[in-house]
């Protein structure tokens, strides 16, 4: 076989395993997203995933309470609340240090 052809080869090679990877690693979290919240009482835990160079998308995944894991649409107004509710820096209720 002459080098050229071998060349060719490992080349039709390095692209179908670069291929097969992409496709186990590129794809969302979310197939599916949720276009409204039940219950905000509900949720136990809410993870943001930012876009990478897998997934173009921003996906926020939900836990609500009895463990099932959902994911909702990131351009919906109440989700939009929801996230700066949560980012939202929260205010102590005690006293801060004391100079004297």
């Known amino acids: 076989m ?3 052809m071998k060349v060719f080869l490992l080349l039709a ?3 179908c395993i670069s291929e097969a990877q992409q496709r186990e690693t590129g794809q ?4 599916r ?8 009482t509900d949720i136990k835990d809410v993870q943001i995933y930012q876009a990478t160079i897998f997934c173009n998308k921003v996906e926020i995944v939900v836990t609500n309470n009895s ?4 994911c909702l649409n990131p351009n919906l107004k109440a989700v939009q609340r929801l996230m700066a509710s949560i980012m939202k820096p929260k205010t102590s209720t005690t006293a801060g240090p004391t100079v004297h």
């Open 2 to 4: 002459s080098s050229i």
């Open 13 to 15: 090679v390095v692209v």
């Open 28 to 31: 969302c979290l979310c197939q």
């Open 33 to 40: 997203v949720r276009n409204k919240i039940i219950s905000m």
């Open 67 to 70: 463990g099932l894991r959902y």
